[in-house]
C-alpha cells in the first residue's frame, strides 16, 4: 500500500492519539517519576490529597500544602504589616499591640507609656 498525501491528517491524529495516551498514563501509573526542584527530587505520591505541613519562609513560620502528590510552596497567612500598632479597643483602650516581624498576627497589648 503505497502512503498519499491525503492519509497524513489521519497518521498525524493517529500519533496525537497515542502520543496523549501515552502521556496521561505515565502520569497516572508511574509511582516514580521524579522532578526536579532546586537540588532536591520530590516523587509523585510524597503526600496525600488534602494533607499540609508545617514549613518555613525567610524564619517565618508558614504551612504548605499536598497537590497532587507533590507539596506546594510553604505560604504565610498575613493579617497585618510587620511593625504597625493597633489599638486593643477590647482590652483596654489605651493598651496597643505590634504586628510581629512575618506579618502573621499580633503580640500581646502593651500599656501605652506616657
Do not use: R
Not at 16 to 21: H, K, M, S
Not at 35 to 42: A, D, F, K, P
Not at 52 to 78: A, D, H, I, R, S
Amino acid at each position: 500500500m503505497k502512503l498519499e498525501w491525503y492519509h497524513l491528517p489521519a497518521l498525524i491524529f493517529i500519533i496525537l492519539v497515542l502520543a496523549i495516551f501515552y502521556v496521561i498514563f505515565m502520569g497516572v501509573f508511574s509511582s516514580n517519576l521524579q522532578i526536579e526542584t532546586g537540588t532536591e527530587l520530590v516523587f509523585g505520591n510524597e503526600c496525600g490529597k488534602g494533607e499540609m505541613q508545617k514549613c518555613f519562609l525567610n524564619e517565618c513560620e508558614g504551612v504548605k500544602y499536598c497537590n497532587y502528590g507533590y507539596w506546594g510552596e510553604c505560604t504565610l497567612k498575613k493579617v497585618c504589616t510587620p511593625g504597625e500598632k493597633v489599638y486593643c479597643a477590647d482590652v483596654c483602650p489605651t493598651a496597643y499591640k505590634t504586628c510581629n516581624e512575618c506579618g502573621t498576627g499580633y503580640g500581646p497589648c502593651i500599656p501605652k507609656q506616657d
